[in-house]
Each structure stands twice: as structure tokens, then as C-alpha cells.
């Protein structure tokens, strides 16, 4: 006998009625495009990827992860979060990427994973609280995630150079993409 049809027979037995439960939301993981959403379609592939593995990944554009982040923060007042976060982040979606870890990490949520795919344009600020692991993918020339005040996590850069990509072409590139969603199920363990 299935389990949920035991635990109604056993209510009708006792006399006691069931309540309805929703199983528990699992992970959240945060893909932010990079400047003016046009060059990051790889950044929406990897989304549509990372939902078919059955992975809760939603694609935003860059400039729209602060009303995320406040809504993120509500949650976690109320323990309605779902762990681990991941924030992903291409270009300037890597800068912002960093500033939402930080954002969070401030108001004591903290972002299990965060991947940066070349973060530029402007220097990624430095990570201070919340991002326990970091990861940059970059070309030889680009920006790399610095240490910042209260920062505890770690911090791997890789040159993805020998992967025969660009800055635009980085986040469409099928072998970083494969890097990428490969460290996301491992977080995610899916």
C-alpha cells in the first residue's frame, strides 16, 4: 500500500484528518545574463538544460537580481528558502552575480555556489560575506573575483582559453557549458 493511501487510512480508522503536504522546494539557482541580454544566450540554453535535469533555474536579466535578492531575504526570515543557492552570472551578469552573493551574505543568507563566466566589464566587486564556494571561468585577459572583508569561502579561477573561446562566446561554449552545469548538479546533487 502506497504511503499516502496508509496514512489516510489510518486517519479514517482514528478519526483523525490528514493534512495535505507539499514536498519540500529544493534549490534555487540563479542564471543572470550579461549586458543588454544579447549576448548571453548560452546563459539561457544552460537554463533550459538545467530544467529538463529536473534543477529549479530561472534565467534573469542583469539589473533584475536585487528585487531577488530582498525577496530571497524575506524568505529567509520566514525559513521558506530552499538550499543551495547558486548564482551564475556571464559578463556583466558576473559582476551582479557578485554583488548578489554579497547582498545576501549581509543579511546572513548565505549562496552555496556562485560561477562567474568572464565577469566584467567593470571590476567585479570584492566578495565579502555568503559565497562559500566561487568559481571563475575566464579568457587570460579578463577580470578575476577578489577577497574581501568577511569573506571565508574559496575561490578557483579557470582559464578557459584551451576551450578555444571568447568573452562573448564563453557562456556558449559546450565544453564550459558542460563545466558549469556540471558543478551546479554537483551542488545540487541532481
Not at 538544460?49 to 534543477?55: D, F, Q, T, W
Not at 573561446?165 to 556540471?182: E, P, R
Request: without cysteine.
Amino acid at each position: 500500500m502506497k504511503k499516502s493511501m496508509r496514512n489516510s487510512f489510518t486517519a479514517v480508522i482514528l478519526g483523525v484528518s490528514t493534512i495535505a503536504t507539499t514536498p519540500a522546494m529544493s534549490e534555487e539557482v540563479y542564471m543572470i545574463r550579461g549586458f543588454l541580454n544579447v549576448f548571453s544566450d548560452g546563459i539561457n540554453q544552460m537554463t533550459r538544460k538545467l530544467k529538463s535535469k529536473g534543477i529549479r533555474a530561472k534565467a534573469i536579466s542583469n539589473g533584475n537580481w536585487s528585487s531577488i535578492a530582498e525577496d530571497i531575504i524575506k524568505r529567509s526570515k520566514q525559513k521558506k528558502v530552499s538550499y543551495p543557492i547558486v548564482i551564475v552570472g556571464h559578463s556583466l551578469g558576473g559582476v551582479e552575480a557578485a554583488r548578489f552573493a554579497n547582498t545576501l551574505g549581509k543579511a546572513g543568507v548565505k549562496t552555496d555556489l556562485l560561477i562567474g563566466l568572464d565577469p566584467g566589464f567593470p571590476q567585479p566587486p570584492a566578495l565579502t560575506k555568503g559565497a562559500v564556494q566561487v568559481v571563475n571561468y575566464k579568457i587570460p585577459s579578463g577580470k578575476n573575483y577578489r577577497r574581501g572583508s568577511g569573506f571565508k569561502g574559496k575561490i578557483t579561477t579557470i582559464d578557459v582559453s584551451k576551450y578555444g573561446t571568447d568573452h562573448v562566446g564563453i557562456d556558449k561554449n559546450k565544453s564550459v557549458q558542460n563545466l558549469v552545469m556540471g558543478k551546479i548538479r554537483s551542488k545540487v546533487k541532481k
